[in-house]
């Protein structure tokens, strides 16, 4: 009888040190939305630049022969890195976000999108949700929408942002990924 108390509380023992030393199966969302928080510099990569050019260029050479270079030349002069990305966790539910000269702006998670000043002076609508250990910002203008989603490196350092930019006068979406390094 005494063999068998010994062996159960040796394997109640290794079950507890096996619990101790496994990473936690799943974040609460509010620690890993806090991973988010402070301000973030783009790092000017070359892998960065050409995914923005490929992104580019991916939909001008749909596009017809004679307004092709054109195009491309609008859609580089226009669509610009973000140099500097903040935000501000607020709450679990509630989270401000700041990019370059635009903002701060404090959106509900997973809310409705609402009207605010867009980065450019024009009215568009904008929102903020949290999903799968990502930030994902909506935003709809007139003429089209544009989507960033953020997600952290698993040391928090660096941060991906993932863009896709839509327009009803483009035959695709561009898509291009940037990273960014947090500001200490």
């Given amino acids: ?14 079950l507890l040190g096996a619990l101790a030393v496994a990473p936690p199966s799943s974040r609460s969302q509010t620690a890993a939305l806090e991973d988010f928080g402070g301000s973030w510099q783009f790092t000017r990569s070359a892998r960065d630049t050409r995914s923005l050019e490929d992104g580019i ?3 001008a050479d749909q596009l017809n022969l004679f307004i092709r270079e054109i195009a491309r030349g609008e859609m580089r002069r226009r669509i610009q890195p973000e ?3 903040r935000f501000r966790i607020e709450s679990e539910t509630r989270v401000a976000i700041s990019i370059d000269e635009w903002g701060p702006l404090s959106f ?12 450019e002076g024009d009215d568009i609508r904008a929102g903020l949700s949290f ?10 203008h007139d003429q089209g ?23 009803n006068q483009l035959p695709d979406e561009i898509r291009y990924r940037l990273t960014y390094r947090r500001l200490r």
């Fill in 1 to 14: 009888m005494a063999s068998w108390a010994t062996k159960g509380i040796a394997v109640c023992a290794a």
């Fill in 57 to 59: 260029d991916h939909v």
């Fill in 83 to 85: 140099g500097r990305v």
């Fill in 108 to 119: 509900d998670l997973g809310s409705a999108p609402r009207r605010v000043r867009g980065s």
């Fill in 131 to 140: 999903r799968q250990g990502r930030i994902y910002q909506r935003e709809v």
């Fill in 145 to 167: 929408h544009r989507t960033n989603v953020f997600s952290l490196s698993p040391d928090a350092t660096h941060m991906t942002m993932s863009a896709t930019i839509g327009s």
